[in-house]
């Protein structure tokens, strides 16, 4: 096989997986785009590899032996991640990435750009909101 074929494969995965990281905001979906931009990294590796254990005498086989340590670390951090993702549900109630960025820098949805809290609207207003 030509190795033109896995690279592309591997270019698409890793676009895919970088769109994924940029344009989600559930940190659960932003962990299995990070995944997937390791897998095509790990089948940029073994394709390298393969292509080069061809035309090298030696095979050493580095590539692979360079996409088992990235599934190692890969699996370590999904668990470490899945654990934090789940810590700070159970803490703030939300996996959303733009709240929990907000709720960290200092910024309450409740509050005006100084911080200062907005006045609670009244009765006939929170009506007219709510129809």
């Known amino acids: 096989m030509h190795l033109a074929y896995p690279a592309v494969l591997a270019a698409l995965l890793f676009c895919t997986g970088l769109y994924g990281v940029l344009a989600r905001r559930n940190a659960i979906l932003v962990l299995m ?46 668990g470490i991640g899945l654990a934090i993702v789940l810590a700070v549900y159970r803490n703030r109630g939300t996996s959303d990435v733009d709240r929990l960025r907000d709720t960290a820098e200092g910024h309450d949805p409740d509050s005006d750009a100084t911080g200062r809290a907005l006045p609670a609207p009244a009765a006939g207003e929170k009506a007219e909101a709510t129809a």
Do not use: K, P
């Open 33 to 78: 785009s990070v995944e997937l931009m390791l897998n095509a990294v790990n089948l940029n590796l073994v394709a390298f590899d393969a292509w080069l254990s061809r035309a090298a005498e030696d095979t050493l086989h580095s590539g692979q032996a360079l996409a088992l340590f990235t599934i190692a670390i890969a699996a370590a951090e999904i």
